[in-house]
């Protein structure tokens, strides 16, 4: 813009001063006119009174209009002066929110071990954190009281920092003073922000009130053991303050699946009802029909999957926030799982997988494909920081965990073949905190060779072990899944040597013995020598009352996967079965971890999934031992296999107390006994609806058959007859 000289008035200097920039009026520099900079100018004042004079008649004219930046003296022009109130309140809006920012990253310092400490000073001692672990996932004693939730207190007040390790201090158990129903006791309403005392005007209509929501997030944060690997903390939390409209507010999925997961670790919302095993059985696959028929509503979390599942969707077609969408995904089949819905969780499992490919998600540079395609190897936009990049790298390898450990007990084919995946192993639990980069180099590929047998402890942490636990176990199901193809295609890994029994009595896989073959050697070999190749120091998950549910996930994992490749093939009557020894190895192994566990107070209920399903296996190998002990009438064998059968069987009814899919495996479980081995003289009968750690009290020694010989024996041995039983 030309600069204009301005006018100065008689007797002053006759040097005339050109304008600096910006000095101009609003209206002149947005009709390109010469301005002087008077207030008013003499430009503006020209175009007012002409506007005046050519009025037509009865037309009001607006009054005078001419403004200016504010200028300081020396001439700088500090920042540009809002036009309207509009723009002031936006501005106001930023500030208030960089302040918010400010605030989090200093409260984020702080730990929640810090918070127990100032809760009960008698304890500061006794939770300090361990030098080994991040800085956010602090190990504590256990003999100590955790600090519970208040449902008065502010989000970020009660807990302003979460712990993102797996090691869970064994007092810590759910929440149990929750606000109820999102209803506050100073009357709080939904959307109203604490850290900012802000009401968002625009708050989501199907999400909880924001105390609620707050709440469910901290239990889900607290409890929840992959949480702090799916997202990082401190950079979730703060963008949970921002306002709803905010581009880096959470997407609307994930904090739908957020609420359904955290509903199962709180009693603020309602739990859902138990099946009636009378009406419906426990392994049914599809339980929308159940309800249907019974007019059974949706209880909260199944509620809020539905939501997450609405905004997957519409965000999908829209192509908007896709890795937040796969994020939701995988959370929402961590729900359908804990809630034993099996073909909901099948199907959602199946499209969390499949939505990794168009991401990118399941390769990293340089091993994209050789061909030209017309399409990017990912879909969205590379990340922007190391704790980006390195939460997609989680994201990926926690859905594919999910599927390899959850999809374990079907014979369904997977989502994603192992030889479709050429991605890094993610970094230490530390190293994510911090965002630390590591380059390729100095970390392993999941293609690379011995990948599974070698574990360099700069590399490795017990989440990176458990990884490939599941890349294990994924082995072993690819195997089995296999085999019978494979051996008709003449597979030479999959044919028995020449002269070999089985090969000798048929040509066909449907008799061969899979033991026989290269292939099945070299995955047992595999299965039996993965958790002794750990680092010294990952070998027990339970380490000074804390307990490493990573860890535990990946000593269990290869021995139920050794039950898996062994099971089919167990011969009891025949001496020298080398599957009979691995699959009662196997079901010790998991059986001697739930020792270890309950030797402590830790709740059973804060325990992964896949644990669940891990005692159900080790319980029917057990069953198989004990009908084999009952049939040969060998006492002592059969008192001994009955023992540790009954404390799975209180291991997952305890669960069951809270987890549905624990409650199914317990019923599952005494079913099979009933089938194999009958009723027993005294068999003791788990409360399921007994909230409290299980005691000898809460549970009844009851008789095979009723006195008066009335009672029908599977609704005695079930619990779900028409008669009431008396506990003690």
């Given at each position: 813009?030309?600069?204009?000289?301005?006018?100065?008035?008689?007797?002053?200097?006759?040097?005339?001063?050109?304008?600096?920039?910006?000095?101009?009026?609003?209206?002149?520099?947005?009709?390109?006119?010469?301005?002087?900079?008077?207030?008013?100018?003499?430009?503006?004042?020209?175009?007012?009174?002409?506007?005046?004079?050519?009025?037509?008649?009865?037309?009001?004219?607006?009054?005078?209009?001419?403004?200016?930046?504010?200028?300081?003296?020396?001439?700088?022009?500090?920042?540009?002066?809002?036009?309207?109130?509009?723009?002031?309140?936006?501005?106001?809006?930023?500030?208030?929110?960089?302040?918010?920012?400010?605030?989090?990253?200093?409260?984020?310092?702080?730990?929640?071990?810090?918070?127990?400490?100032?809760?009960?000073?008698?304890?500061?001692?006794?939770?300090?954190?361990?030098?080994?672990?991040?800085?956010?996932?602090?190990?504590?004693?256990?003999?100590?009281?955790?600090?519970?939730?208040?449902?008065?207190?502010?989000?970020?007040?009660?807990?302003?920092?979460?712990?993102?390790?797996?090691?869970?201090?064994?007092?810590?158990?759910?929440?149990?003073?929750?606000?109820?129903?999102?209803?506050?006791?100073?009357?709080?309403?939904?959307?109203?922000?604490?850290?900012?005392?802000?009401?968002?005007?625009?708050?989501?209509?199907?999400?909880?009130?924001?105390?609620?929501?707050?709440?469910?997030?901290?239990?889900?944060?607290?409890?929840?053991?992959?949480?702090?690997?799916?997202?990082?903390?401190?950079?979730?939390?703060?963008?949970?303050?921002?306002?709803?409209?905010?581009?880096?507010?959470?997407?609307?999925?994930?904090?739908?699946?957020?609420?359904?997961?955290?509903?199962?670790?709180?009693?603020?919302?309602?739990?859902?009802?138990?099946?009636?095993?009378?009406?419906?059985?426990?392994?049914?696959?599809?339980?929308?029909?159940?309800?249907?028929?019974?007019?059974?509503?949706?209880?909260?979390?199944?509620?809020?999957?539905?939501?997450?599942?609405?905004a997957i969707d519409e965000s999908t077609v829209l192509g908007e926030r896709l890795f937040e969408c796969q994020q939701a995904t995988t959370i929402l089949t961590w729900f359908y799982h804990t809630h034993a819905k099996w073909a909901d969780m099948f199907l959602m499992t199946g499209r969390a997988t499949r939505y990794l490919v168009p991401l990118g998600l399941n390769m990293c540079p340089p091993f994209h494909s050789i061909s030209k395609s017309l399409r990017a190897p990912s879909?969205?936009?590379?990340?922007?920081?190391?704790?980006?990049?390195?939460?997609?790298?989680n994201t990926f390898w926690l859905t594919y965990a999910t599927e390899r450990l959850y999809s374990s007990g079907n014979g369904w084919a997977m989502s994603l073949d192992d030889q479709d995946v050429s991605q890094l192993f993610p970094v230490r639990a530390d190293q994510f905190e911090q965002g630390i980069l590591v380059p390729p180099k100095d970390r392993q590929w999941a293609h690379s060779p011995d990948i599974l047998l070698t574990h360099p402890p700069e590399q490795t942490d017990?989440?990176?072990?458990?990884?490939?636990?599941?890349?294990?176990?994924?082995?072993?199901?690819?195997?089995?899944?296999?085999?019978?193809?494979?051996?008709?295609?003449?597979?030479?890994?999959?044919?028995?040597?020449?002269?070999?029994?089985?090969?000798?009595?048929?040509?066909?896989?449907?008799?061969?013995?899979?033991?026989?073959?290269?292939?099945?050697?070299?995955?047992?070999?595999?299965?039996?020598?993965?958790?002794?190749?750990?680092?010294?120091?990952?070998?027990?998950?339970?380490?000074?009352?804390?307990?490493?549910?990573?860890?535990?996930?990946?000593?269990?994992?290869?021995?139920?996967?050794?039950?898996?490749?062994?099971?089919?093939?167990?011969?009891?009557?025949?001496?020298?079965?080398?599957?009979?020894?691995?699959?009662?190895?196997?079901?010790?192994?998991?059986?001697?971890?739930?020792?270890?566990?309950?030797?402590?107070?830790?709740?059973?209920?804060?325990?992964?999934?896949?644990?669940?399903?891990?005692?159900?296996?080790?319980?029917?190998?057990?069953?198989?031992?004990?009908?084999?002990?009952?049939?040969?009438?060998?006492?002592?064998?059969?008192?001994?296999?009955?023992?540790?059968?009954?404390?799975?069987?209180?291991?997952?009814?305890?669960?069951?107390?809270?987890?549905?899919?624990?409650?199914?495996?317990?019923?599952?479980?005494?079913?099979?006994?009933?089938?194999?081995?009958?009723?027993?003289?005294?068999?003791?009968?788990?409360?399921?609806?007994?909230?409290?750690?299980?005691?000898?009290?809460?549970?009844?020694?009851?008789?095979?058959?009723?006195?008066?010989?009335?009672?029908?024996?599977?609704?005695?041995?079930?619990?779900?007859?028409?008669?009431?039983?008396?506990?003690?």
């Amino acid at each position: 813009m030309p600069k204009v000289l301005s006018t100065l008035p008689t007797g002053e200097s006759s040097s005339v001063p050109i304008l600096k920039r910006n000095q101009a009026c609003h209206q002149c520099r947005r009709r390109k006119l010469k301005c002087d900079a008077r207030r008013p100018c003499t430009t503006c004042v020209r175009s007012h009174r002409n506007s005046v004079n050519h009025a037509p008649p009865g037309i009001d004219v607006p009054p005078l209009e001419c403004t200016f930046d504010e200028v300081s003296e020396d001439g700088a022009q500090p920042h540009a002066v809002p036009k309207n109130r509009y723009e002031r309140l936006e501005n106001r809006i930023s500030e208030l929110e960089a302040l918010l920012r400010q605030k989090d990253a200093a409260s984020q310092r702080s730990t929640f071990v810090d918070l127990a400490s100032a809760n009960d000073p008698e304890s500061s001692a006794s939770t300090t954190p361990s030098a080994s672990t991040g800085s956010l996932g602090k190990p504590y004693n256990v003999s100590q009281n955790a600090p519970f939730i208040s449902n008065a207190a502010p989000f970020h007040q009660t807990f302003p920092s979460i712990p993102t390790s797996p090691l869970i201090p064994a007092h810590i158990s759910p929440v149990n003073t929750p606000p109820q129903n999102g209803i506050t006791s100073n009357g709080s309403q939904p959307g109203f922000n604490y850290a900012t005392q802000v009401l968002w005007p625009n708050w989501p209509h199907d999400l909880p009130p924001l105390e609620l929501l707050q709440h469910l997030v901290e239990v889900f944060f607290a409890f929840h053991p992959h949480s702090n690997r799916m997202f990082h903390g401190p950079s979730f939390l703060a963008s949970l303050s921002l306002p709803p409209s905010h581009s880096e507010f959470p997407h609307i999925a994930i904090l739908h699946a957020v609420c359904a997961v955290g509903s199962f670790y709180t009693i603020a919302v309602p739990p859902p009802p138990l099946p009636n095993f009378a009406e419906t059985p426990a392994d049914d696959l599809f339980q929308t029909a159940y309800k249907r028929r019974k007019a059974m509503p949706d209880s909260f979390g199944e509620l809020h999957a539905k939501f997450a599942t609405l905004a997957i969707d519409e965000s999908t077609v829209l192509g908007e926030r896709l890795f937040e969408c796969q994020q939701a995904t995988t959370i929402l089949t961590w729900f359908y799982h804990t809630h034993a819905k099996w073909a909901d969780m099948f199907l959602m499992t199946g499209r969390a997988t499949r939505y990794l490919v168009p991401l990118g998600l399941n390769m990293c540079p340089p091993f994209h494909s050789i061909s030209k395609s017309l399409r990017a190897p990912s879909i969205i936009p590379p990340a922007r920081t190391v704790i980006e990049d390195e939460t997609r790298r989680n994201t990926f390898w926690l859905t594919y965990a999910t599927e390899r450990l959850y999809s374990s007990g079907n014979g369904w084919a997977m989502s994603l073949d192992d030889q479709d995946v050429s991605q890094l192993f993610p970094v230490r639990a530390d190293q994510f905190e911090q965002g630390i980069l590591v380059p390729p180099k100095d970390r392993q590929w999941a293609h690379s060779p011995d990948i599974l047998l070698t574990h360099p402890p700069e590399q490795t942490d017990s989440f990176v072990l458990y990884i490939k636990a599941s890349i294990v176990m994924s082995r072993v199901k690819t195997f089995n899944l296999r085999f019978r193809a494979k051996n008709f295609a003449g597979d030479l890994t999959m044919v028995p040597p020449p002269g070999s029994t089985t090969a000798d009595q048929c040509a066909t896989a449907q008799y061969i013995d899979p033991r026989e073959t290269s292939g099945f050697k070299e995955i047992d070999h595999l299965v039996s020598s993965f958790v002794s190749s750990f680092p010294r120091g990952f070998r027990d998950p339970v380490q000074d009352g804390v307990l490493d549910i990573h860890l535990l996930l990946a000593i269990l994992a290869p021995n139920i996967a050794k039950i898996l490749l062994h099971d089919p093939h167990v011969d009891l009557k025949r001496k020298g079965c080398i599957s009979v020894q691995r699959n009662l190895e196997a079901a010790h192994a998991v059986l001697d971890q739930l020792y270890a566990i309950w030797s402590t107070s830790f709740d059973l209920t804060l325990l992964d999934n896949f644990c669940c399903f891990a005692f159900f296996m080790s319980g029917r190998v057990l069953i198989r031992f004990l009908h084999e002990a009952k049939e040969a009438g060998n006492q002592a064998q059969l008192v001994t296999f009955r023992t540790e059968l009954e404390y799975i069987r209180i291991a997952l009814a305890k669960i069951g107390s809270r987890i549905p899919l624990a409650y199914r495996y317990a019923k599952m479980l005494d079913d099979i006994i009933l089938q194999s081995v009958g009723l027993l003289d005294e068999l003791v009968l788990p409360n399921f609806q007994h909230p409290s750690f299980p005691t000898s009290s809460d549970f009844s020694i009851i008789p095979t058959a009723a006195e008066d010989g009335s009672q029908n024996k599977l609704e005695l041995l079930l619990g779900i007859g028409p008669s009431t039983l008396a506990f003690n």
